[in-house]
């Protein structure tokens, strides 16, 4: 089970690539950065949120892991 800071840490660096590219993505849409970068950082918001929620239910799961016999 990863700790809490790992967690964080995996989804803030998740993020960071997700927010360029939905920047990137709302421009194309929009031809404003200033709707895209808006439309990227409460996408942001909203799945760090969830992003942190599905990792700590997912290391609750046991099933798919394979443990390591060598220790």
């Not at 660096?13 to 031809?31: A, C, D, H, K």
Request: charged fraction near 15%; proline fraction near 0%.
């Amino acid at each position: 089970m990863d700790s809490r800071t790992r967690t964080i840490a995996k989804a803030i660096s998740w993020q960071l690539m997700g927010l360029v590219s939905m920047t990137l993505v709302g421009y194309l849409f929009t031809r404003s950065l200033t709707a895209s970068s808006g439309i990227a950082i409460a996408s942001a918001i909203v799945s760090f949120i969830f992003y942190c929620f599905h990792e700590r239910l997912w290391s609750r799961v046991r099933w798919g892991r394979v443990s390591d016999l060598s220790s």
